[in-house]
C-alpha cells in the first residue's frame, strides 16, 4: 500500500513523538512508523530528569499540562562524598532549576496527544527500510498487520534509537562514529517508597557511585554502579539495598526501603555520529549520539534535536532552506558540549581499578569534588550545564 506524506518519521521514542507534535504545529504532513508495541514503549523505564529547556518546548506545544501537575520541579541537586552531603542550589546559584519528571510520562503525554489528533503512528511495524535517501523521492517501506507500506515523502527521520537502522544506511564513507566504552554500568530499581530526599543526590564512595533519584512522592528511583558485565540475577533485593545504604549513607540520615518494583543494568557508553544529515535523512535523539547517564542528558538531547529540526523544517516549508542545512552543525555543536559535561561527572563520580592506582584515582576525585564545591566558579558552571544550554535557532 502507498501512503503520500511530507515528513516520515521512524521510531515512536520521546523524539520521534515530539517530533510529530512540533510539525503538526507547523501543518507539516507526517507519518511515524514504530517497531514495537506501545504498551512496550510505556513499559521501558529510562530517564527522569528534565532541563529547564527542555519544559519549554513542551509547554510551547501545550503539553505541559500533567508534566505541570505530577512533574516535581527541583532547586538544585547534593553532591555527596566521604561522608558528607554538599548541596549545589541552581537557583540560587544561576537563577534556574530542573523537573523531575519521568520518560514515560512524557511519552505518554506526547502518545495521548496523537492519540486527540489521530495522527497516522504505525506501531509493531516491521521490515523498516528507508529507501532512497540520495534522491529527492524517498521513502521507507516497513510491514504492519501483515501488509506491506511504503510512505513516500521529502524526508525521512531517523529517531530510531541506538540501534535503530536509520544510521545504518548511510553510506561508510560519508560518516564516521566516536564511541566510547566505560568500564562500569548502572544497576537502577524503581521502588515503591516515598524519597528520603527532597532532591537528587549523586554520590561517590570507595565502593563505587550511588545515586537517589525519584519519580514520585510515593515512588523512588536508585541507582547502584556495577560492574559492566555484572548480571541482575546476581543482585537480590537485600543485597541491593545493603549496597545503597553504604553508598548512600550520612550521619543523621536514613535511607527508607520499599518494595522494588523493577530492577536492570544499563551498560554506558558515549557515542557520536559524525553528521546527523545525508542527503534526505536526518538523525536525531539516540540515532546520532548517546551520552552516559550521569548528567541526565539522554532524553533532553533528544528534546533539543527535534527542536532545532523542527524549527528547520518549519523554515523549510516557509521558504528559507538555510537552518535546515545548518541543522546537523548546530545539533552537534550542543551535543559536544553534552558530551563533555556527561563525560566529566561520569568520571567524577564512578570508581575504576583496584589498589594503588584506584586508590590515587579517587583522592583526586575528592580534591575535585572539594575543589567544585568550594568554587562559586565551578558551581555555576556545573549549574549551567546540568539546567541546560541554550537551543540555538528555535
Ligand atoms: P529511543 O527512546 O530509543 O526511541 C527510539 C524508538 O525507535 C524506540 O521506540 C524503538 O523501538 C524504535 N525503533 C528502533 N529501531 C526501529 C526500526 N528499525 N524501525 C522502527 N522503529 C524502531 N537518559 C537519561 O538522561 N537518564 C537516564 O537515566 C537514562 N536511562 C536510560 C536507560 C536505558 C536502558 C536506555 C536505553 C537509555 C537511557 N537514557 C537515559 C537515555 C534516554 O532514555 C534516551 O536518550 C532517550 O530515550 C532518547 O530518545 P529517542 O527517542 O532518541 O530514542
Ligand atoms: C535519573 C537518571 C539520571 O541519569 C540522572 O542523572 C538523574 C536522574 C532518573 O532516572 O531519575
Redesign the pocket.
Given at each position: 500500500m502507498k501512503i503520500r506524506t511530507t515528513v516520515a518519521i521512524?521510531?515512536?521514542?520521546?523524539?520521534?513523538l515530539l517530533l510529530g507534535h512540533l510539525l503538526a504545529a507547523s501543518g507539516i504532513d507526517f507519518v511515524i512508523?514504530?517497531?514495537?508495541s506501545r504498551e512496550y514503549?510505556l513499559s521501558?523505564i529510562?530517564?527522569?530528569?528534565l532541563e529547564e529547556s527542555s519544559v519549554d518546548v513542551l509547554a510551547s506545544l501545550g503539553l505541559d499540562g500533567r508534566l505541570r501537575e505530577h512533574g516535581l520541579v527541583h532547586d538544585g541537586i547534593y553532591l555527596q562524598y566521604e561522608g558528607a552531603r554538599h548541596h549545589v542550589d541552581f537557583s540560587e546559584l544561576i537563577g534556574r532549576t530542573v523537573t523531575v519528571y519521568g520518560?514515560q510520562q512524557v511519552v505518554n503525554d506526547l502518545m495521548l496527544a496523537h492519540d486527540e489528533a489521530g495522527s497516522a503512528v504505525y506501531f509493531e511495524?516491521s521490515d523498516?527500510l528507508p529507501q532512497g535517501i540520495e534522491t529527492p523521492r524517498p521513502s521507507v517501506d516497513f510491514v504492519h498487520g501483515g501488509r506491506s507500506y511504503s510512505v513516500d515523502a521529502d524526508f525521512v527521520i531517523g529517531?530510531?534509537?541506538?540501534?535503530?537502522?536509520c544510521r545504518s544506511i548511510i553510506p561508510s564513507g560519508a560518516i564516521t562514529s566516536y564511541q566510547r566504552e566505560y568500564p562500569f554500568a548502572w544497576l537502577?530499581i524503581l521502588a515503591d517508597v516515598p524519597p528520603s530526599t527532597d532532591e537528587l543526590i549523586y554520590a561517590l564512595h570507595p565502593e563505587g557511585f550511588a545515586m537517589h533519584s525519584m519519580r514520585s512522592p510515593a515512588v523512588s528511583r536508585l541507582y547502584l554502579q556495577v560492574e559492566p558485565d555484572d548480571d541482575i540475577a546476581n543482585w537480590s533485593d537485600e543485597r541491593i539495598w545493603e549496597g545503597l545504604h553504604e553508598r548512600l549513607g550520612v550521619a543523621g540520615w536514613t535511607l527508607r526501603e520499599g518494595e522494588i518494583t523493577e530492577k536492570?543494568i544499563?551498560p554506558m557508553r558515549s557515542f557520536v555520529a559524525s553528521t546527523l544529515n545525508h542527503g534526505a535523512l536526518f538523525l536525531?535523539?539516540?540515532?546520532g549520539h548517546?551520552v552516559p547517564?550521569t548528567g541526565?542528558?539522554?532524553?533532553?538531547?533528544?528534546i533539543s534535536d527535534v527542536a532545532m529540526l523542527g524549527a528547520a523544517l518549519s523554515s523549510y516549508y516557509a521558504g528559507d532552506a538555510g537552518p535546515l542545512a545548518g541543522y546537523s552543525e548546530r545539533a552537534l555543536s550542543r551535543q559536544w558540549k553534552t558530551q563533555y559535561f556527561s563525560r566529566w561527572m561520569t568520571e567524577m563520580l564512578h570508581t575504576t581499578g583496584t589498589g594503588a592506582e584506584a586508590q590515587s584515582r579517587y583522592r583526586g576525585q575528592v580534591g575535585q569534588l572539594d575543589y567544585v564545591t568550594g568554587s562559586r566558579f565551578a558551581l555555576q558552571a556545573l549549574a549551567e550545564q546540568y539546567t541546560g544550554l541554550p537551543i540555538e535557532g528555535i
Open positions: 521512524v521510531g515512536a521514542g520521546p523524539a520521534g512508523i514504530e517497531a514495537r514503549i521501558r529510562r530517564a527522569g530528569v520518560q511495524s523498516v529517531a530510531d534509537g541506538f540501534h535503530g537502522v537502577g536492570s544499563t536525531v535523539g539516540d540515532a548517546i547517564p541526565a542528558k539522554g532524553l533532553n538531547a533528544a
